[in-house]
């Protein structure tokens, strides 16, 4: 079958986000036999046009959507990004009589709500690389669709998907022949690159564990290695391990850095850090590995704070891991998230003082928290009459503490405002 692959992300936040997953799915779709077209519009002047002239030339005989993020986040200033997904499964339905299938984190997360809003005719929810090979086989040998775990269909009815089952052994690397960096973008681009699976961390907002387990699933080091050889060899420097916690567990980390610097890839990295599981030698390795720079995500400095979102670590723990990136060179960028259960002004106070101190190269804050389905967060909204039964939650709600709801915001941005490392 000819297989077009469409990344419908335009949203660049901090950076350009190249598609990972959906560069994953193109590559185990194209093992299993199809010929692929990944059509990426980030850098599209004209998402009409460009879709239209790639239909005409490829004839697609089933065409996948993937939806990244459903909005921004942010409180404040929502913004939703499904309408011009919409309008692009639009284009697509007009343009060819292919079935449209979508997938996807974003979509994972709402399945049925999103795929009815997008008006498509089938999802696939989690990880793409077997269930949407399985559902090019069922479709192009006419069998039943019953028995592929993630499919999910307008009517509601899903079929259930445990990504823990999938071994990570088993599934392809991106292909870097498949990247298509705007040419504005190309010397800053960050290659997005993963090489685990899965959180144990369980905290209290976090739609992880609904997207990838909370089992953790590791590719073997030495596979590892070799698809970053690849990378390089096509031109590639510098990457983002998009690891949910790079330094969980500590020993793969710590191992992973090794058989970089024994590969003399002289490459350059960034990463998402858990605050604890740190010390000297980790940190020493992932200088020495090429890393530059570390996401701390601590969102908070008050100890009641940090056991409410269920973190496993504390303060100090912060601070020390904060202390060793900075005697190693590594930029630090931490995050705080305001709003959640139990937050006071007290607490909010104790977590900017708390964050004032660490010396942070950049400190985002986030005002409320985005509430996601089946969440322990979730069900305390619900709890507390913040959402009802019947909220699908794809419309963003977001979780702020009572109290706070005229006073948080003006707080936040004059704190801001007299520290240019800040940002939203």
């Avoid at 692009?88 to 292919?98: D, W």
């Avoid at 009802?388 to 005229?406: A, H, I, M, Q, V």
């Amino acid at each position: 079958m000819n297989v077009l692959l469409i990344s419908a992300n335009t949203e660049t936040v901090n950076m350009i986000p190249l598609p990972l997953g959906l560069n994953c799915v193109a590559v185990a779709t194209r093992n299993a036999g199809h010929v692929v077209h990944l059509l990426d519009l980030m850098g599209a002047a004209d998402n009409s046009r460009s879709i239209q002239e790639t239909v005409r030339t490829f004839r697609p005989d089933l065409i996948g959507v993937s939806v990244r993020n459903i909005d921004n986040q942010q409180m404040a200033a929502p913004r939703f990004f499904l309408d011009p997904v919409r309008d692009i499964v639009a284009i697509c339905r007009k343009a060819a009589s292919a079935p449209i299938v979508v997938g996807g984190a974003g979509f994972s997360i709402f399945p049925v709500a999103t795929l009815r809003y997008l008006k498509a005719d089938l999802g696939i929810c989690g990880e793409g690389e077997i269930a949407f090979p399985a559902l090019l086989a069922a479709l192009e040998q006419g069998k039943d669709l019953s028995s592929i775990a993630g499919l999910c269909y307008p009517d509601g009815k899903v079929q259930k998907n445990s990504p823990e089952t999938t071994a990570l052994s088993t599934l392809p690397f991106p292909d870097p022949s498949l990247w298509s960096v705007p040419a504005e973008a190309a010397e800053n681009i960050w290659i997005p690159f993963q090489t685990r699976r899965g959180c144990p961390m369980k905290c209290s907002y976090c739609s992880t564990p609904a997207l990838e387990g909370i089992t953790i699933r590791m590719h073997p080091i030495e596979s590892v290695v070799a698809a970053l050889e690849q990378q390089v060899a096509a031109g590639f420097s510098r990457f983002y391990f998009v690891d949910n916690t790079f330094n969980i567990p500590p020993t793969f980390a710590k191992e992973l850095c090794r058989a970089i610097i024994s590969a003399r890839l002289d490459i350059h990295w960034r990463c998402i850090l858990y605050p604890g599981f740190v010390d000297d030698e980790m940190v020493r390795l992932m200088a020495e590995a090429g890393c530059v720079e570390i996401s701390l995500g601590f969102e908070s400095g008050c100890p009641e704070i940090l056991k409410n979102l269920n973190k496993k670590f504390v303060v100090d723990q912060v601070r020390v891991a904060s202390t060793l990136f900075k005697e190693h060179g590594i930029r630090r960028n931490g995050f705080l998230l305001f709003g959640g259960p139990g937050e006071t002004k007290r607490t909010i106070s104790e977590s900017l003082a708390f964050a004032d101190s660490l010396g942070l190269d950049m400190l985002k804050l986030t005002i409320g928290i985005r509430i996601y389905p089946e969440t322990p967060l979730a069900q305390i909204a619900l709890d507390e009459g913040q959402i009802t039964t019947c909220d699908d939650l794809l419309s963003p709600r977001f979780y702020l503490s009572k109290g706070l709801e005229n006073w948080i915001e003006p707080t936040i941005r004059a704190w801001m405002e007299e520290r240019p490392y800040c940002s939203e």
